[in-house]
């Protein structure tokens, strides 16, 4: 069972889990996902859920359902990428939003990210 | 597709319902929440033929509701007495000889899913297996509509989650509606679709869980609070 947001709902944020996977390369090109059943029994959600999570994702091109074998992944490597970069100005975003917030400018920013990415 | 059109019901000088008009869509888990005493149960015991309205109409797939809707409404009680004196096999053999629509097979899968085993007798079953139980033979049956009422009163996290998870698994919302009674809505809020909020015997609001939370950025109990605050939405 996963827990969930309150505040966001159910189906994006298993959206946003699955193409997490993705990105991180723990769910592969052209694989397989569990059944809509499945899926819903190993989160603890509505099966009515699942079914949105995967049908949008569906409409965003990141997965396809073949019928009668079920929901893979897309193999389509250049849709992969652009979710990898996408994920990628998400993250950008929140931690320049973050940043902004506590008063810092661009050339900090970038700064930092280059000494410190140096030390790490 | 359920209908109630201005249903009241009272008992002696107490209104439990008060005016009460919804439809509700199959294919869905709807939550009936509110506070105790708002009509919750009342509510289901109309649904399902066990109580009357004392005025307007309940319509289940457009016929008007009498204790024969049985054949397609299967009833979760919150009772705790029940057949102490069978084995949960005999009870399974029991279930089969009421209801067309048992399913053996998939009742032997829910009490291996919940780990029961055949030859236990119900009285000496612990409460928390008596209500898996309880749940198994409610969830073998097919109908259409399941109503349950406070499945998870009482009992530990391990038997609310198996009762969560039973129900994620054995239901079949192509082809099956169920209307879920509750006070524990942190845990059900996951397998919901839909809320139906009442207060004092009346309907206040009906939506979406996805919606409130999109709409409002709310889990259903701050919302709840929000709509109890304000009387309305």
């Known amino acids: 069972m996963v827990n969930f947001n309150p505040n966001e709902p159910i189906y994006l944020q298993l959206m946003n889990r699955i193409i997490g996977e993705i990105v991180r390369g723990q769910r592969k090109a052209g694989e397989k996902l569990p059944s809509v059943r499945e899926y819903a029994v190993d989160v603890g959600v509505n099966v009515n859920t699942i079914q949105r999570v995967y049908r949008e994702l569906e409409y965003e091109a990141i997965v396809e359902t073949k019928r009668g074998q079920g929901t893979f992944v897309t193999s389509n490597s250049e849709r992969l990428e652009t979710l990898r970069d996408d994920k990628k100005r998400e993250i950008v975003h929140h931690f320049m939003k973050n940043m902004q917030e506590m008063g810092y400018n661009k050339e900090e920013m970038v700064m930092s990210i280059k000494l410190q990415g140096d030390e790490e | ?233």
Request: aromatic share 8%.
């Open chain 2, 1 to 233: 597709m359920i209908e109630v059109n201005n249903v009241s019901k009272r008992f002696l000088i107490t209104k439990s319902l008060d005016n009460c008009s919804i439809k509700l869509e199959t294919g869905k888990i709807i939550g009936i929440i509110g506070e105790n005493g708002s009509g919750k149960t009342t509510l289901l015991k109309l649904l399902s033929g066990l109580l009357r309205p004392s005025s307007g109409d309940v319509l289940i797939d457009s016929e008007k509701v009498t204790r024969r809707i049985s054949s397609k409404l299967a009833y979760l009680t919150d009772a705790d007495y029940y057949f102490p004196y069978f084995t949960i096999e005999e009870l399974i053999r029991y279930y089969e000889s009421q209801f067309a629509d048992f399913d053996t097979e998939k009742a032997l899968q829910i009490i291996d899913f919940m780990k029961l085993k055949l030859e236990q007798k119900i009285k000496y079953l612990s409460k928390g297996n008596r209500n898996r139980l309880k749940i198994a033979v409610t969830l073998s049956r097919n109908a259409p509509y399941i109503l349950l009422d406070e499945p998870f009163s009482g009992l530990d996290p391990l038997v609310r989650k198996a009762i969560l998870k039973g129900m994620i698994q054995f239901v079949d919302l192509s082809t099956q509606t169920v209307l879920i009674t509750t006070h524990e809505i942190k845990e059900v809020e996951p397998i919901l679709d839909e809320v139906v909020l009442l207060r004092d015997g009346r309907v206040l609001v009906k939506q979406s869980v996805e919606e409130i939370r999109e709409a409002y950025g709310l889990d259903i109990v701050s919302w709840m609070e929000k709509v109890y605050e304000k009387g309305d939405i």
